[in-house]
């Protein structure tokens, strides 16, 4: 790979360690930990104006130093030409074409930074008192709208200026923390006019308002949207607060005049999730993603657009069965592409408009990102449960994939390689079960292996073709077991009423469907009936806390990660209450019958049952499912006799993060793993 004009550093920079691409040696070609954490992770290509150039950014790991960072690169849509631009100690994020392709505009540390198309010549634009998030540039690059923070509640020392050290949190209404902070800031987003040289005539868009755009805790800039014209903006908001903000799922798609400062709701009415809002490139119709019910989550996600002219709103995926996602539009408004998991795979589709008529464009085991339109061809990402994010080219007539960038081959090549198969497994109420079996590389029928159920979290979710080095299961596999991952009730890949069954049922049909697994795989001579594990996080710890009560004995091995297990607790502890107000029938003291029987089932109440060793880990910065109801777990465990134990990580949300303690999970993982199964 050459190498284009590198960024200079400050003296402070270069004393500065630069984390950058890894070279490991595999002799034994078997996938570690340490090595899974040396790969690149590939992200937010960009197509160049001409469109013959795409730029994105590789993330880089430096397990020593705990940290990780990312650089720019540059390719050309044919593949050839791969250039790494950035070489420095900072993370470089956010990175957008500018000035028509001559320049590149991007983050680092939180402020905005220009440089040349070809790496070299980088200034710094801004130097704000709070960090840009993310920033977008209008068509026309005249103006910029981004995201930042701005305060949420008043500290002690605004009401009581002679106790300036006092450090109570004066809380008066939910949602006071939310997934891992507590909401002291919320996101705002502001416009500002941007000549390449400064940013000038910042105005908040929600000025004063107590309202977070993009909301939390997962979205971004994608949220908002210009016009082709630079005058609007379209955004999603969930404009509640307090208690009702902690029940509700309502986001709306408004529409923001810069001229005026005038909000228009253009989906007043429509009481469920309404997000990423497209404007397509006529300026007359915006798309976005609609869910119909108020307070459910995992409802249809429908494609609708709205014309502006006239105000009418269109469901266009009413004839799809399945969720849509990352919608983008193509040059001439006329079509629309999105992705859709179906089956267990998440492809591209393409539907026209007007009309729906929609027409799948990739095929194969892959999960396959958002697309953008190159010249005649598209691009985008994918990835695998046996690779991480690639760039590809996809021909949208022929449906033939080209993969651009080949970023972790060099360690790729150096693994042994697994097996990947698909099942159709009948269940016990005599449904046909989506189930994803891996097997250790080399393996061998005449063998027998141990093997781990893996219990999704969610609950709502899909096991697809996907790459994650929190769970990563090409590497559960690379450690001698036979993964087995079954897309139980509960999944969304496989129609509504699919998804929909697990609501009101969390110890039922969903637990049957993870037996049934077991059961059919069991029947193989290569597994060892004996020596089986059942791992999961989320609702998939709450699985693993429920199973450990009625597994009759299927399994010699218990992992739990962030799991639910006293549901009534958990009602009263966690912040979005609008999730266990759907999926438990209501709260604890409601009397419907869905509820009370939710609750009287819940896994704290098979604890006198549990006769298998477990292994429970839990992040203390975890408000989703909170720390306790891991400790809760492991103090009964050990009070019964039960052999267990327990890793907390108290700088850890609901998911394990950071480098080190990653790695660390994943030794204790298959550590407790090889004490029981080996």
């Known amino acids: 790979m050459t190498m284009a004009a590198v960024i200079t550093c400050s003296p402070r920079q270069e004393r500065e360690k630069i984390i950058g691409k890894n070279h490991p040696v595999i002799e034994d070609g078997i996938l570690t930990p340490e090595i899974m954490h040396q790969f690149g992770n590939l992200s937010d290509p960009q197509v160049s104006p001409d469109g013959s150039k795409i730029l994105y950014g590789v993330s880089y790991t430096d397990l020593a130093e705990n940290k990780r960072n990312r650089a720019l690169f540059v390719i050309n849509v044919d593949g050839t030409d791969n250039r790494q631009l950035t070489n420095t100690p900072k993370s470089e994020s956010n990175a957008r074409w500018y000035n028509n392709g001559a320049q590149i505009a991007y983050l680092q540390g939180g402020q905005l930074w220009l440089m040349n198309a070809d790496g070299s010549n980088p200034q710094k634009i801004s130097d704000m008192s709070t960090e840009m998030a993310e920033f977008a540039f209008s068509p026309d690059q005249t103006k910029l709208l981004f995201i930042s923070q701005v305060p949420a509640i008043k500290k002690p020392v605004d009401l009581y200026p002679d106790l300036p050290k006092a450090s109570g949190r004066m809380i008066n209404d939910l949602m006071y923390r939310h997934w891992d902070q507590w909401v002291e800031e919320i996101p705002h987003p502001f416009t500002a006019d941007f000549d390449g040289k400064r940013i000038t ?366 549901q009534e607790h958990m009602y009263m502890t966690t912040e979005e209450i609008w999730f266990p107000n759907w999926d438990n029938g209501g709260a604890p003291w409601d009397k419907n019958p869905i509820a009370q029987r939710h609750y009287a089932n819940s896994p704290h109440t098979l604890v006198d049952k549990w006769d298998t060793p477990i292994l429970i880990t839990h992040g203390e910065r975890d408000y989703r499912v909170p720390v306790d109801q891991g400790m809760a777990a492991f103090n009964a465990a050990k009070l019964l006799g039960v052999e267990a134990e327990m890793v907390l990580f108290p700088d850890e949300n609901h998911w394990i993060l950071k480098p080190q303690n990653s790695i660390l999970w994943n030794r204790t993982f298959f550590n407790f793993l090889a004490k029981h199964l080996k």
């Not at 697309?371 to 449960?385: E, K, N, P, T, W």
């Not at 697990?502 to 697994?517: K, R, T, V």
């Open 201 to 566: 005539h910042v105005v908040d868009i929600l000025e004063g308002e107590p309202y977070e755009c993009p909301t939390l805790p997962s979205s971004g800039i994608e949220q908002l949207s210009w016009s082709p014209d630079g005058t609007q903006i379209a955004y999603a908001c969930r404009k509640l607060t307090g208690a009702a903000y902690a029940r509700s799922t309502n986001t709306d798609i408004y529409l923001y005049t810069l001229a005026t400062r005038e909000h228009k709701n253009l989906t007043q009415g429509m009481m469920g999730y309404d997000t990423d809002p497209v404007f397509s490139p006529d300026g007359r119709h915006i798309a976005w993603s609609s869910m119909e019910r108020e307070g459910y989550e995992a409802d249809k996600e429908r494609l609708f657009v709205i014309d502006l002219n006239t105000g009418e709103k269109t469901e266009l995926s009413q004839n799809f069965a399945y969720n849509i996602g990352n919608i983008s539009w193509h040059p001439d408004s006329k079509s629309i592409y999105f992705t859709s998991c179906v089956n267990a795979l998440t492809h591209v589709y393409q539907m026209a408009f007007p009309g729906a008529a929609i027409r799948q464009l990739t095929t194969g085991w892959n999960d396959f990102s958002g697309v953008q339109q190159a010249g005649d061809v598209l691009i985008g990402m994918y990835r695998s449960m046996f690779f991480p994010n690639e760039l590809v080219s996809i021909n949208p007539q022929s449906g033939t994939i080209q993969q651009l960038t080949f970023e972790n081959k060099h360690i790729l090549d150096q693994l042994a390689e697994g097996k990947c198969e698909e099942r159709w497994i009948t269940t016990t109420d005599n449904k046909q079960m989506h189930t994803w079996v891996l097997y250790p590389p080399g393996f061998d029928p005449a063998q027998t292996y141990p093997a781990i159920l893996i219990c999704l979290g969610g609950p709502q979710g899909t096991l697809s073709q996907s790459w994650s080095s929190r769970w990563n299961y090409r590497l559960m596999a690379a450690q001698g077991y036979i993964v087995i991952l079954p897309n139980r009730r509960g999944t969304t890949a496989f129609g509504q009423e699919w998804c929909e069954q697990i609501s009101g049922d969390y110890c039922g049909q969903n637990i049957q469907d993870y037996l049934s697994a077991v059961d059919n795989l069991k029947k193989e001579p290569f597994v060892d009936a004996n020596r089986i594990a059942a791992a999961g996080a989320s609702y998939g710890g709450y699985s693993v806390y429920y199973l450990a009560g009625v597994h009759n004995k299927r399994f010699k091995a218990f992992i739990a990660h962030a799991g639910i297990f006293n």
